[in-house]
């Protein structure tokens, strides 16, 4: 799907990669940016600066997303391109609360479906439209330092192949975005684990960028590292191999903690 004249809501667009992939969207001349946030004052810095229009909407209520859908072709007409981008990670393993898994689950699991429940019968209507999620390669591979981060985003993967091979066909593009490190706020700088995902980072905008290069040439799959397409490939070649790989990264990584924890 080309960019130009398009009406385009992003949520999550206050920070981070959401608001490089507004940015992005305006400059390539769609014709409207919705930016949406949890953030009002975000949302609304973002919309002035590219000319876009502000939302708040917490992605983890479906009421506010069919506010957000609703209200947005009610005003523009249309949608034509939805990136479900607002995301939450938070550390740890078993140990994680109950309510952590569940405010995981539906910040970037739910959120995705109750944008498609909300956008796909227009989309349908309209025989176009162009949902992107953007999930991570912790979807693909794993997150150390977060099994409900990791479990989250293989869903969030899952929920994208599953809209991609159930629309494809009916007009509806889906892509899905695996960075690894981005250089955001979601980053802990002081976690050996994020620290070895910050070394090889990349930047928001090279991730805004990857994305309308993906919209553009109607792809599925869009990743920012490329080296996630080998590490991923290594995982279903030899899923044992894999698995004692990323066992041995994890005690390198962990001495790393134990050792910045006693300095
Ligand atoms: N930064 C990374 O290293 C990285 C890597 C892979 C994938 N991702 C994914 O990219 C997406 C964006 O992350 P980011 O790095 O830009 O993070 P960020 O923290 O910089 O920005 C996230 C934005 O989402 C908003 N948000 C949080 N909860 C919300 C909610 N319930 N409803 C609506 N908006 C909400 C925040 O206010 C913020 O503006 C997430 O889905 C994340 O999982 C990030």
Known sequence: MQIEEKVVVVT????????AMCRQFAAEGA?????????????????????????????SSERDVQALVQQTI????????????????????????DDDWQWLWDVNVMSRVYAARAVIPHMLNRGSGC???????AGLLT???????????????AFAEWLAVRYGREGIEVS??????????????DDPIHQFLHATSVLPED???????????????????????EFFAWKTQDYDKWISGMQRMRQKLTRAKKKKKAA
């Not at 953030?39 to 810095?45: K, L, P, S």
């Not at 981060?149 to 293989?154: A, C, E, F, G, W």
């Not at 899905?176 to 700088?189: K, M, N, Q, R, S």
Request: net charge negative.
């Open 74 to 97: 009610q005003q523009c007409g249309r949608i034509d391109i939805l990136c479900s981008n607002a995301g939450i990670t938070t550390k740890g393993g078993i140990e994680t609360p």
């Open 207 to 229: 991730v805004a960028h990857c994305v309308i290069d993906g919209i553009r040439g109607q792809r599925f799959m869009i990743l920012p590292h490329p080296e996630v397409e």
């Open 12 to 19: 999550g667009g206050g920070h981070g990669i959401g608001a």
């Open 143 to 157: 997150e150390i330092g977060s099994a409900a981060y990791s479990v989250t985003k293989h869903a969030d993967v």
């Open 31 to 59: 014709d409207r940016v919705i930016v949406s946030d949890i953030n009002e004052d975000a949302a609304a810095a973002v919309a002035e600066e590219i000319g876009g229009i502000a939302n708040t909407c917490d992605v």
């Open 131 to 137: 949902i992107v999620h953007t999930a991570s390669g």
């Open 176 to 189: 899905c975005v695996c960075p690894l490190g981005v250089a955001t706020d979601f980053l802990d700088h």
